[in-house]
């Protein structure tokens, strides 16, 4: 099985950086997407960054220019680096990584994280 575990969230103040990790575990062969999504209280879950396996990436137009997104696929993890956060990217953040390959699957599956939460607050 394939499991995602997310690290780096926490509380920061406006202005400030946060940088996000997630690293997939598993017998996996291959991981085709890879990226985050996040949930404010009541809102539903939207994409915030993705990357490809070949490194193309596209980010959510509210982030563009403040957070970048990247990956290692040796170590099969992505990474989020947040700059001048605001209050409005408070939210639990949560990783995916999409079409990934495992020995045991006949078919690409796709995985979540248990979510890391951002507060941004003075």
């Known amino acids: 099985q394939v499991q995602l575990v997310e690290s780096g969230g926490g509380l920061v103040q406006p202005g400030g950086s946060l940088r996000l990790s997630c690293a997939a575990s598993?017998?996996?062969?291959?991981?085709?997407?890879m990226g985050w999504y996040r949930q404010a209280p009541g809102k539903q879950r939207d994409l915030v960054a993705g990357i490809l396996s070949g490194a193309s990436t596209n980010y959510a137009n509210s982030v563009k220019g403040r957070f970048t997104i990247s990956r290692d696929n040796a170590k099969n993890t992505v990474y989020l680096q947040m700059n001048s956060l605001k209050p409005e990217d408070t939210a639990v953040y949560y990783c995916?990584?999409?079409?990934?390959?495992?020995?045991?699957?006949?078919?690409?599956?796709?995985?979540w994280g248990q979510g890391t939460q951002v507060t941004v607050s003075s």
């Open positions: 995916y990584a999409g079409g990934v390959t495992i020995p045991t699957m006949t078919t690409p599956g796709d995985y």
């Open positions: 598993g017998s996996i062969l291959n991981i085709y997407t």
